[in-house]
Structures are given as C-alpha cells and as structure tokens.
C-alpha cells in the first residue's frame, strides 16, 4: 500500500492538471433529469437570470399546455419541474429558457430529430426493458459503405449482427428495416433502440438471431448528415415549402414534391444493389425465406413497393404506420399495383404484417389498403396500438414482428 | 410527367402531416456556424430576451477575453459574431447566454468531453482535410463487444478495418490506439477523426492497410457512458476531491488517487485479453512486426507499461503526450521499471516514437523520460508541436505516427 502512495505522489501531478485541462472538472454537481423510485422524474437547470425556464418533453400529457410545462424557480437560481409517476419508455424533451430551446446542459445524452436534438432518459419496466443495454450477449452494430451501380454512388449504412455471429459459421437470415421521412441510416439505432431490442429478444429466445441492416432510405444521400462528404451541413427537409390550400388546385404547387416521389422511386430500384452487398459480405441466408423487409412511415411505403417489385426476394414483409397508398398509374415501379400485388400474394408470403396507432393520421389510409388486402382474400396479419405516428409506436411494432419472423 | 403529379397529390396528403409530426418543419433558418470563403466564421443565436450571448470556443486566442467573445445583437433579436480568418481545423465551441452555457440549437453535431457536449465544424485546407470525410474508400468502423477473462467482465470496443478489408484474404496488421484519462471506446473516433484519417491516409497511399482497436481504458467500465448496462447516467470524474495543497504533505489525501492507478495496472494486466480477442475474430498479423500501441496523456502512459509489460508483443510504440514517469517502485506491473525497459530495447523496437508539445504540462516529464533512454542508448524518434495537451495536437500525432507503422 505504502508503495503505491510513493507512486501516486508522482501520478498526481500529472492527473491534477490533466483533469483541469480535460474539463473533468467542469459542469455543474446538478443531476437532470433525476429518476425516482416512484418513476417521477425531476427536471433541473441553473439560469439564475432567466424570467422563465420551461420543459417540453413527450411525457406531458397535452393538458399541460401542450406538452410544455413551467418549472419553478427557487434559491440560488436553480429551477425544477417533477413529473406525475411515467410510465416505463423511452423519452425524450428540451428545456425552454425565455422562449430559446435549447437542451439540458446535465445529459449529455441527446438523439438527433432531423433539424433538432433532444435529450433523452429511460424508465425500465415492462416493454421498456428492451430498450435497455442489459447483460446480456451483445451482437455488433458495424457502420460501412457499399457501393450502388444503380445509383452510381457509394453509400453508407448500418448492419446488426447477432452475439452469435462470430462464433458459429452458420447462415443466418437478414432483416432489411427501412426509416421514415427525414430519417437516415443511424434513426434506427439511435431513436430506435434496434441494437438493445435485438439483444434482448434474441437473449430471451423470442427472436431468432439474425442481421438487420439500416441502409439510407434518400436516394440522393451518400450517407447521415456529417457523416458524408458534404461534411457538418445543417439538415433540412427536402420537402419544399408548399401552400396547402393551392396544392390540390395548382399543378405547380404540386409539382414541388416530385422529387421525393422520385427518390423512393430509386430507392426501391436500386434496393437489390443492398442485398447483394449484404450476401456477398455477410454470411447470409440467400433464399427468400431467409429475408424480411420492414420500415416505418416512407420506409413503410418503400417496403410495400419494394417486396411487390421483386416478389421471390422478401418472404416477410412489416409495414409500420405506413404510407400504405397505392396510386393508380402506369410510372414503374408504380405501374400495375393490382397485378404485382396479385403476384405477391400467389407466391403466399409467409408473413404479411401491419400495424398502425389509432390516432395516426395514415389510420384510414391503412384501413383502406387492408380492406383491399381482404377483398381479395389475401392474408395479412394487422397489430393496432393507441397513439399515432411517433417513435414509442415504432419501437413497440419492432419488438412484436421480430419474434414472428424466420 | 402528368402521371406522377397525380401520385403526389395522394403522396402529399401523407407528407404534409408526416413533417408536422416527425418536426421536419422545426428549426430556425438560421445558420450557425457560417464558414466563408475566407474561413472567417460566423456564429448566430437568436436570443431576443437575453441580455448578454457570448461564444466560448477553441479558435479564440486568449487575447479576447480568455476564449470568449462578446456575441453582437442586432434587430430580431439575433446575435452574431465573426471569427477572424481561421487556420484549417477541427473546432469545438459553446454558447454563454446570460452566462448559462449552451449548445448551438442550430447546429446539430456535437463531440461529448467528459461531462459536458461542444458543438463542433470543421474548416478544411493542409492537414485538416485529413479530418474530412472524403470521397476515397472508406473502412468500417464496428462496435462490440470482448470477454475479458482477467477483469471478468464483457467490455465493449471500437474497431475499425480498412477498405480492403472485406475483399481480400490477407492478414493485417493492428494499431491499439488509447484515450486518456476521462475518454472512452468512442474518444478517437468522435473527437480524433480516427476513421477519416485512416480512410484518408491509406486512400493517398501513406499508410498502410490497418486495423485499429480503440478499447476502453478504464478497468472498471463496461463500455462508455450511455452504453452500459448503468443506462443513461451522468459521467463524472473518478477522480476525488483532492486539496492541491496538503496531498503532497497528507497521506490521507493521497491515498484518494490509489483506485485511479490500479485501474491503469488492471488495463495493463488483461490486455493480453483484448489482443487475443482481435486475433481470433479478425485476420490479423499475429507476430510482433504487425502490432503497434500508442496512446495519448493516460494512454500513453498505459502504452508505455504494456509494451514494457510484453516485449515480444508489439514492435511500434507510440506515446503521445504521455504520463511518462517511470516510479521507483516494486508493485507489479510498475516494478523493475529499469530492467523491464532494458529487456524492451534489448528486442529492438521498429519504433520507439514520442510527441510532446512545447505547451505541455507534461513537456517537463516527457523530457526527463527522453534524457534516460538517451543515457541508456536506447533508440526512439521525437516529434514537437507547439501548444499543449490538447487534441488538435492528437490528431496531428496520429497523422505523424500511422505513416511510420509496418
């Protein structure tokens, strides 16, 4: 012991002045947010100078004006808001400093939102617990590039292999799981949890291992913002501005989206350049029956499009809260809906998947299209939650397809 | 044409609330920060209520009130401030409004510093465009997970592997590369550019083709904040409270530092641990020619002792900026320090490198270590920067160090 303090004598030196210059000094012995037993949680910021501190976060119900709630202001400047009790989930909020958002300078932990960040915290129990890194085996989440002859472009994505991966030298089935509008390939494990749901249902025996690969769902994307060549540009909507009252009226107003249109359009040409990519690298499954497809909102969309398109490739298809619209023209791959469906249906898929919230707003969208499904007597297996079109919804249609597949 | 107008007009109805809901409409249009042409740069916050806004950041010389500038406001209640011509770096900064410290709401991309988040951009031109994703191929950067038999625990590291990687079927040689103290598995790919300078180097033909291990440096962790099986807690310092003035005299107060040396000596003991891991999982040169170690500050110090520690393990050793003290002690793996270092270059290392800056607090150290192996004969090669422990100085180490190896 004597020893060591001889030692340490010279560390400190050198540790004393390392921390003062690697700031691990810095940053307030404030905690936010604080998790209580009781699952209320309580929200902490120091802004002595500030008229008001609001917190704005998807646990407040809407009663609360809206989702923001006021903290209050006591001595020394430190403000504070406590919950109700939350039910377990995975949250996300900002704080509102006279009307400037801006996150908790506690957490460290933020998920990006397409032009935004948010903090995020996590409440266990139930459902939840999937979304937590338990000890459990871990598989891998391994961020690489592929190149797309069709698209004539090299891109980035994000591929999952399962804790028993490596050690075996077994095939194993891929789940292609696609994002939504504004999302890209790092959505999934970052807002989604994908990494953690994954380990924690294989580790439980309710899903199979298998890969899961998140490419980028925009066509025109090398890869997520900063990570591509375009270096830290600010993300933006690629959806231009549109006048909502004209658009229906004006043909050029309209016109405005085509590029978005066009873009699923090359995604969905260009999807077997990924799966190629994936079989050629990856010990996989190349059969039908070895592959699945699913994806939230306008991956929704281009997971219905793209297992039409090439009815032998997918046997599982996982439409989330999908763009589920089936236009009636003669534009590939948008040509002869009717006929491709039939298809796909004749080839008896062995597992047709949707689930939608009740107050999403593609609720009657996705009523519309299962009612088709069943004019015509095709099977198809449908999972409704509450709630709408969010992330909470999301997480929760991953963790109820992946057990039913492969 | 016509035809895929009558799409949109289906596909819009399902956009056009989807952006209300997943905030594709949120954000100002602001910029911030702007890089012109002459890379001077502008920051912006909009701020109408606040009384003062200032901008802390790295390219500020001390001049200006010790790293911080007064933001300017103008009508709207936008503040500003521009930069004079900056040198090409990778920089990091924050904003003060009525001297709360926060993130810049219009930038999204952020590096993590121990306990507290720094947005960052990136001005490119000389060495700086080695931090810059470029269209070159690009490796695959992979997070996992190892078994450690002597720390009995599953730890979780970062590894990156080249390009040619995955298309051929040779074995490559491996660079361990350590953080310091307070960094983690993800220091050297967020705030090191560890991926883009390899992609880099290897594309302009300057390094060769390598795989880079980057673990996690603190014994008692599983794997970095967030990542754990703690879930999201707040990082801190490991190290106490420790009165600068008595430790030296107090015992007491000395004792404090001792879990914070063990940890290095547990790092040094179950390395083997993670080089055996990367053996078998990749295809790696498993003899001492095709092995290198370098870490910075901690790291350096940890790189310093695990060569010393196994001698027939890796021909390339690289300290930059390290802890290079060398105690007069018998605790294993810190006794026969003279001997140990003997046995070292006895074996001829290919490479023996240090860097230091001129700034360095540990400058002093660095030198008194270069002045024994001078006496001794030993071989090394030194490389001085200016300025101090800081990372614009790591990541110039790394781009001097990679070029020498295998």
Chains 1, 2 share one sequence.
């Not at 609001?54 to 119900?61: A, C």
């Not at 980035?156 to 789940?175: F, H, K, Q």
């Not at 499954?285 to 793209?306: D, H, N, P, T, V």
């Amino acid at each position: 012991m004597k020893k060591y303090i001889l030692v340490l004598i010279s560390f400190l030196i050198v540790c004393f002045e390392t921390f003062a210059q690697e700031s691990l000094w810095e940053g307030q012995k404030i905690i936010s947010p604080e998790v209580h037993s009781d699952n209320t949680v309580t929200f902490r910021l120091e802004a002595p100078k500030a008229e008001s501190v609001q917190v704005k976060g998807d646990f407040l119900p809407d009663k609360i004006n809206s989702g923001i709630a006021d903290m209050t202001k006591s001595k020394n400047g430190l403000w504070e808001f406590t919950t109700e009790p939350l039910d377990p989930e995975f949250y996300s909020y900002s704080f509102l400093v006279d009307g400037l958002k801006i996150n908790d300078p506690n957490n460290v932990f933020l998920n990006r939102d397409i032009t935004s960040l948010h903090n995020v915290f996590l409440i266990g129990g139930g459902r939840a617990d999937l979304y937590k890194v338990n000890n459990v085996p871990h598989g891998s989440v391994i961020r690489c590039w592929y190149s797309s002859p069709t698209l004539q472009m090299t891109r980035r994505l994000v591929i999952y292999t399962p804790p028993s991966y490596e050690s075996s030298n077994a095939d194993y089935p891929v789940l292609y799981l696609l994002h939504g509008m504004g999302g890209d390939e790092e959505t999934w494990t970052e807002r989604g949890r994908m990494a953690q749901i994954m380990d924690n249902l294989i580790a439980q025996g309710k899903a199979k291992p298998m890969i899961v690969v998140m490419p980028n769902g925009n066509a025109s994307q090398e890869a997520a913002p900063g990570e591509s060549s375009l270096g830290f540009y600010k993300p933006e909507t690629k959806l231009p501005k549109i006048d909502a009252k004209t658009v229906f009226s004006d043909m050029n107003e309209a016109k405005k989206l085509l590029p978005l249109l066009k873009e699923s359009n090359q995604i969905i040409k260009s999807f077997p350049d990924i799966v190629n990519f994936i079989d050629q690298r990856f010990r996989t499954k190349k059969e039908k029956s070895g592959r699945a497809i699913a994806g939230l909102s306008m991956g929704g969309f281009q997971s219905m499009y793209i297992s039409k398109e090439y009815p032998d490739m997918f046997d599982y298809v996982g439409l989330f809260s999908a763009a589920a619209f089936a236009p009636n023209v003669n534009v590939p791959p948008f040509d002869n809906v009717t006929e491709k469906l039939k298809v796909q249906f004749d080839k008896k898929p062995a597992l047709y998947w949707m689930a939608v919230g009740k107050e999403d707003f593609l609720y009657k969208m996705n009523e519309n299209y299962r009612r088709k499904l069943d004019e015509n007597g095709y099977k198809y297996t449908y999972f409704e939650t509450g709630e709408g079109h969010i992330w909470k919804n999301w997480r929760i249609y991953l963790t109820e397809f992946v057990p039913l597949l492969f």
